[in-house]
Structures are given as C-alpha cells and as structure tokens.
C-alpha cells in the first residue's frame, strides 16, 4: 500500500469542509484531481471514509479515526521540517540518561548511537543500576530521563511513556519435545529443569512462572545472558524470558529455539520515564524525538506501543 502526500493533504481538506467542491477554495487543484485522490486513497485502505450525499461528504467511523492519523503524519512531518531548519548539528549540552542492565544490551546501543549522530556536540552521561535506584536519582532531578521497565514505576512521581511490550517465551534446546507446539502452557514446564536469569526487573515474572508452572526444579540461577543461552542450548534446562532478549545462537555455535507462552504473565513494557512535573531541557526533549523515532523504526521483533 503507497499513499501520497498529496493524498492526505487532500483527505484532510475534505473532511473538514464537508465536500470536494468547498474543499478547492484551499486546494489550487482540479475537482477530478481530488476525487480521483480520495478513491484511491479508500482503495489503498481497503475501507470507505466517506458517505457521499447530495449536500456533501461525511466521514464514516473509519474516515475519523484515519483523519486522526493523517493530522500526526503531516505533523510529524512539519516537526521535521522544523528539525531540519534547527540545524540539530549545532546543539550544545549535557543528558544525564538512567538505563537499566536490562535495557543496556538490548535497547540502548542503536539508541544512542542515533542520538550521538544527530547530536554530536551535546555531551552523554550515562548511568546504569537497578531500576530502584534509577527512579531514586530521577526524582532527586539527577538524571533528566531514564529507559527501563515502566510496568511498575511510581507513577506519581514519574511521567512515563511505553514504547514496546515485550512478550514471555520460553527457550528450548533445538531437540526439545515441545519444539512441536505452536505455544507451550506454563504448566507443561511442571517436569522440566528451569534456569533463571537473576534481574531485578525480571523477579517478579520469574516468581509468578514458577507458581503457575507448578513449581519445577530450579537448576542454575546466573546473572549473565550468554550463560543463559549456552545453558539452554545444551540442553542443561529450559528458561521463561523476554522475545528481546533472544537470540538463536550461543556463544560457541549451539541452537537454542523459542516457543510462545499461553498463561496470564504481564509484558514487560520498555519506556522512557521522567521527574512528573519538572520542565524537561532541550537535550531531553530532543532525546524523547529520538527515542519515539527509534521505536517505531524496530518494530520487528516486539509489540511496539
């Protein structure tokens, strides 16, 4: 499906006037030229955004909620127009940027290395902890924002915003039997050896799959991801972990495999989060464009928001 500029731009001069003929008087443009825009532009969307009548058009349910899109889209754009004329290059300052170890290998680099690109000259300060104490020094106003798992923030005294909702999987050796399922129930790992990845961000999911799995036998606990995988792939136990952290291969070439989890067990939602009611600086509010950018170009692997 390809819309054009012209497409919107036109939608949007419709629906507001009521009708083609009124909308020309913004429009320096034939009415054939419109109408042929708007057909094609429902023939795209597989949707009617009109209904036409003799005084007029009038937007069906679909017409209001594409008008609300379509508002964002030019929006976004003018923001990059305005972006462009700002020359980003020449920004000065400092960001004091909060990650959890969760998110450091997982979602930062690309991030910041966008950031640092379109920013060169303002100046990183990164801090990594738990995300307890992240909120802590975000509240005292020592970090400007921070990314980590937003699910359970103090949301009276941090603004957040969800970028993407990580799903639960299961990792399977490459021989495992339940590699023949489409998804795996938590209460098929009941028999299975569990490996856990020790994180602060993770403990509560960890407990909850370990209840409703019917308590299976914990046989490594580790703090480190690469063991994880290698533990896996070898076939030492199974693990319950985010779709973002995976990846099909351990460090010495062996194939791990992964499974959707069926059971009630909250996504972990990466975000970015700020001090509620503190006036964010430039630096912050430009990484915040970044940030939202980012997200909606790696929607590959996760739910994005």
């Known amino acids: 499906m390809q819309i054009s500029l012209k497409q919107l731009v036109y939608f949007i001069a419709v629906a507001e006037a009521g009708s ?13 030229v419109v109408t042929e825009a708007i057909k094609k532009l429902e023939e795209s969307l597989g949707a009617q955004l009109f209904n036409r009548h003799a005084r007029g058009m009038v937007l069906t349910h679909a017409g209001h909620q594409f008008l609300r899109h379509a508002h964002e889209v030019l ?15 020449t920004m000065t300052g400092r960001l004091n940027l909060g990650v959890s170890s969760l998110v450091t290998a997982y979602y930062l680099p690309y991030l910041l290395d966008r950031f640092e690109r379109v920013f060169p000259g303002v100046e990183v300060s990164l801090v990594e902890d738990r995300r307890g ?4 020094l975000l509240i005292n106003g020592e970090l400007d924002v921070a990314i ?8 009276q005294a941090l ?16 021989n495992h039997p339940l590699l023949k399922r ?6 098929e790992l009941h028999g299975e050896r569990l490996l856990v990845l020790k994180n602060d961000e993770l403990d509560e999911v960890t407990q909850q799959v370990h209840r409703l799995a019917g308590y299976p036998k914990i046989t490594v606990r580790t703090e480190s991801i690469e063991a994880m995988r290698s533990l896996v792939a070898v076939g030492i136990g199974v693990a319950v972990l985010p779709h973002l952290m995976y990846r099909p291969w351990s460090l010495e070439g062996d194939r791990l495999e992964s499974r959707p989890l069926t059971g009630e067990l909250p996504r972990l939602e990466i975000g970015v989060a700020w001090r509620k009611g503190s006036e964010l600086s430039e630096t912050a509010r430009q990484f915040l464009v970044i940030v939202g950018e980012h997200s909606r170009l790696h929607q590959y692997t996760e739910e994005l928001v």
């Open 182 to 187: 489409e998804a795996v129930a938590l209460e």
């Open 133 to 136: 104490y992240i909120e802590h």
């Open 20 to 32: 083609i003929s009124r909308a020309l008087t913004s429009l320096d443009v034939a009415q054939s």
């Open 159 to 174: 603004e957040t915003r969800t970028l993407l909702r990580a799903p639960w999987r299961v990792w399977l050796p490459s």
């Open 75 to 89: 929006a976004a754009l003018r923001n990059a127009e305005q972006a462009i004329r700002e020359r980003p290059d």
């Open 148 to 155: 980590m798992n937003v699910s359970s923030v103090d949301k």
